[in-house]
């Protein structure tokens, strides 16, 4: 068994912030800085040997459960900038995974925390990877961005509500809609003049059901307090919760 080191553990990886990534304020969406995390997070899987191609042979994929995010200053076009990330520690059949987002002058724009599920293709049900070093979950567990795990929140029942269509381009390789399209869909439920004033503090995110190509989904978003939100989003065919999410501006 080799020994791991905190460097062996952490990979950075480097982004230029595109027109594609921005809004029309030329911020970086909510829903590009939670792409940067997951690019960041396949490619350090990638590069620990427990990415796609290695959870394949034991027919699993991963699955992104939950995901808090804090940010302290939106990126900007052009703006180049830096994701650390790291596998942190297993909470049951939870991987938890940790980030810092840094611009190009090492300020911190953004910390978050993530857990992941490794899925069976055939079940569809979560699973304990099996033949990789088990130590390589946990060997950081006490390197925090967060020192809370990933936000689990409570249901939204009452508020005002969005429906939203799953088109062809919201679906990933995994063939259901794919994790940022959730974010896409919760900011889309704002007027663009509320954009143009305010801007995500702090975003979490729980993934409850797939969102299979042609579903509809109704949204209720909750105003818990002046700038803080909260949703909910229901498959209307399936009747099941599709995501639970919260927003703070």
């Given at each position: 068994m080799l020994e791991l080191t905190e460097s062996d553990l952490t990979l950075y990886s480097e982004f230029k912030i595109t027109s594609a990534d921005t809004d029309m304020f030329t911020r970086i969406r909510a829903?590009?800085?939670?792409?940067?995390l997951i690019q960041s997070a396949i490619n350090s899987a990638e590069s620990l040997g427990f990415g796609f191609d290695g959870l394949k042979v034991q027919k699993l994929f991963w699955v992104l459960s939950r995901m808090t995010i804090e940010i302290y200053h939106p990126l900007t076009w052009?703006?180049?900038?830096?994701?650390?990330?790291?596998?942190?520690?297993?909470?049951?059949?939870?991987?938890t995974r940790d980030y810092i987002i840094r611009d190009k002058e090492q300020n911190i724009i953004a910390r978050a925390t993530s857990g992941w599920l490794a899925i069976d293709s055939e079940t569809k049900r979560p699973k304990i990877i099996d033949g990789i070093q088990a130590e390589m979950f946990v060997h950081l567990k006490d390197k925090h961005a967060f020192h809370e795990s990933p936000e689990k929140l409570p249901p939204t029942h009452e508020g005002e509500t969005f429906i939203t269509h799953s088109g062809y381009f919201d679906i990933?390789?995994?063939?259901?809609?794919?994790?940022?399209?959730?974010?896409?869909?919760?900011?889309?439920?704002?007027p663009?003049?509320?954009?143009?004033?305010?801007?995500?503090?702090?975003?979490?995110?729980?993934?409850?059901?797939?969102?299979?190509?042609g579903d509809s989904i109704t949204i209720i978003r909750g105003n818990n307090n002046e700038l803080q939100y909260s949703f909910e989003g229901t498959?209307?065919?399936h009747k099941t919760v599709a995501f639970r999410g919260k927003i703070d501006f």
């Open positions: 829903g590009a800085v939670v792409n940067l052009n703006q180049e900038t830096e994701v650390e990330t790291w596998p942190k520690s297993v909470e049951g059949l939870l991987y990933d390789l995994n063939r259901h809609v794919t994790s940022t399209r959730y974010i896409d869909w919760m900011m889309d439920t704002f663009v003049d509320f954009h143009k004033k305010y801007y995500p503090k702090r975003i979490s995110i729980n993934f409850m059901k797939e969102t299979m190509p498959n209307l065919l």
